[in-house]
């Protein structure tokens, strides 16, 4: 079993009509994550719009999904800044919170060498006792961790257990897995990548799709040794979805399905702007293709 389970969802963060932090919504919404199979949620990552929230409300976030699931299920805390004082300072704030384990993103903006990268993820993750999941996407930072730096790191920071892979290269991926410790897991980074990751190895994802559909990744995951037909059905299935959740900028197209299929989103922060018509009738249309909500729906 993977440090992290095999299904975690990015949650999205619930806000208010006034712009505030919704943490009932968070809470409700952790909760229902859980219930629908997911093995951890990752807060405050990507999804969770954490270049918009203060150190206080990130902190608050924390705490409040931690108090609603952490007894069930991992919480991993989003702690990444591109300042590594930062990092370390948030990445131990969110272990005193009770975090069963934290994510460190590439840092953003300063592009740092690979040397850079090594004493920054290496400081940050001595920083604390908890397992580490770091956070290769190059497209949103304009750094990517080489897969031999990642090696590097697997291989000499013992609580860097597992990487959320999104640089989209099967061929790096690949190189990576074929060569790394056993204890040191590599999750999809995107859902349209799961099948093709398995493929090579990959011990799970860490998905936005999860939001609805968690059960039949968890599903995909653990039929494709057995049954990868089935499996390639299932991703096939969920195709739409898959889809349609990027066409916005993440997590645009999620806060409209959630708000579709009922369940705690609210509005986007600036600079993000909310859902227009076409990105909402797209989320309609891949919910109803899925199932998770009737092609009436409005």
Do not use: C
């Not at 994802?205 to 995909?220: E, I, N, Q, T």
């Amino acid at each position: 079993m993977p440090v992290f389970g095999h299904v975690l969802t990015a949650m999205a963060t619930p806000m208010l009509a006034d712009g505030g932090l919704d943490l009932d919504g968070a809470q409700k919404l952790a909760h229902h994550l859980i219930e629908m199979g997911n093995d951890g949620l990752v807060v405050a990552g990507t999804t969770g719009e954490s270049p918009t929230l203060s150190h206080g409300e990130t902190l608050d976030l924390f705490a409040a999904v931690i108090d609603a699931v952490g007894n069930h299920a991992w919480v991993v805390a989003g702690v990444g800044k591109n300042d590594t004082a930062a990092t370390i300072a948030l990445a131990e704030e969110a272990a005193d919170l009770g975090a069963d384990g934290i994510m460190l993103v590439t840092p953003y903006y300063n592009r740092p060498s690979v040397r850079g990268l090594r004493a920054h993820f290496a400081a940050a993750a001595s920083a604390v006792e908890l397992p580490v999941l770091l956070y290769n996407i190059p497209s949103r930072t304009a750094t990517e961790i080489p897969p031999q730096t990642l090696l590097e790191l697997a291989e000499q920071v013992a609580n860097i257990v597992a990487v959320k892979d999104a640089v989209k290269d099967l061929d790096k991926a690949a190189w990576l897995i074929a060569r790394k410790p056993e204890d040191f897991d590599v999750y999809a980074g995107n859902d349209i990548d799961y099948l093709p990751l398995l493929a090579v190895g990959a011990a799970g994802v860490v998905s936005v799709a999860g939001h609805f559909v968690a059960d039949r990744l968890a599903r995909m995951g653990e039929v494709f040794e057995h049954d990868p037909a089935q499996a390639r059905r299932l991703h096939l299935d969920l195709l739409p979805l898959f889809t349609a959740l990027f066409v916005d900028s993440n997590p645009v197209p999620l806060k409209a399905g959630l708000d579709l299929a009922g369940l705690p989103g609210g509005a986007v922060r600036p600079p993000l702007a909310a859902a227009d018509e076409s990105t909402v009738t797209a989320m309609r249309s891949a919910l109803a293709a899925v199932g998770v909500i009737g092609s009436g729906a409005s």
